[in-house]
């Protein structure tokens, strides 16, 4: 259904975004580049915050909760491979694991050996690999998953797989990006959601890139959350208490894998970070104190 509330981004707050979340490229090596964007410093011996976006977003989903937490420490969003400014994987359809490689890229080249990691929604799937790369071992204090998405890659779940890969992929080649945005982008937030949180979430999809949204829906058909999970790490699984997308029944799944207590997030679809920053920003706080440098 499209977004009846539709009001376009004010140009106001794109000037907003450039100036408090600043995106750059950063050069990985193998002839790969990735964009982030980030603010605030990393003092008092607090670790960064690295932030995962899901397959319908990208960097600027986090601004308004990278604002909020910028004082305490520094906040390192990407796009993720094939999204903004950043290079596709070189696979037609990578895996989770190909996605996590790439982040370590990202994080040497950055000089962050170690971080609390947070991801949302399909940016689960590559939090969650991360854990689990043997490469990498100890870089992630702690991890934040934000309405996981499980993805479709379980046996049991070859139905639906073949379901979602054939929606998404006939969606995408039959509306375009621009239609995409305009279809599902409101599925993404509450009835609470303020127009311009819908016009963020809605301007935020729109920035998509085919490709990258193609080897996005085979991570996302591909991928097993739960057979990745728990991970060697303390983690915090969060959703909003109105998620239609991955609902607070799916997420307490994830949790109860993880061997911890799902966390709602009050009046907040599953764009939560977008909706309900300071929610998320007071969650993303605690998982910080609750680990050492």
């Known amino acids: 259904m499209n977004d009846t509330a539709f ?5 106001a707050e794109i000037e907003r975004l450039a100036a408090c979340f600043p995106e750059r490229t950063v050069a990985i090596g193998e002839g790969a580049q990735v964009s982030v964007r980030e603010c605030g410093t990393a003092e008092n011996g607090r670790l960064p ?3 995962l976006h899901g397959i319908g977003s990208g960097a600027a989903s986090w601004l308004d909760t990278a604002i909020l937490l910028s004082p305490r420490t520094r906040v390192i969003a990407w796009d993720a491979p094939g999204y903004g400014q950043s290079d596709p994987l070189p696979m037609d359809a990578p895996r989770a694991i190909d996605y996590a490689k790439r982040l370590h890229l990202l994080l040497d080249a950055l000089g962050v050996p170690r971080c609390v990691l947070v991801g949302h929604s ?9 854990l689990r790369d043997a ?9 934040v998953l934000i309405s996981p998405a499980q993805g479709y890659g379980a046996p049991a779940r070859a139905d639906d797989r073949e379901r979602v890969r054939t929606q ?3 969606s995408l080649d039959r509306l375009g ?12 937030v509450s009835e609470h959601a303020s127009p311009v949180t819908r016009a963020w979430v809605r301007w935020t999809m ?8 193609r080897q996005a829906v085979e991570l996302l058909c591909n991928g097993d959350l739960l057979a990745d999970l728990p991970p060697a790490a303390p983690v915090q699984v969060a959703c909003g208490d109105l998620d239609a997308v991955t609902p607070p029944a799916a997420c307490a799944e994830v949790a109860l894998r993880c061997g911890v207590a799902l966390q709602t997030i009050a009046r907040a679809g599953h764009a939560s970070h977008v909706e309900q920053p300071a929610a ?14």
């Open 280 to 293: 998320v920003a007071d969650l993303l706080a605690r998982a910080l104190d609750g680990v050492g440098a």
């Open 168 to 170: 998404r992929l006939e």
């Open 7 to 11: 009001v376009p981004l004010p140009a």
């Open 122 to 130: 399909l940016g689960a799937l590559m939090a969650a690999a991360a």
């Open 135 to 143: 490469a990498a071992q100890g870089r992630h204090a702690a991890l």
């Open 206 to 213: 729109a920035q998509l890139h085919e490709g990258g949204y």
């Open 177 to 188: 990006v621009a239609g995409i945005a305009a279809q599902r982008s409101s599925r993404l």
């Open 49 to 51: 915050l690295v932030c």
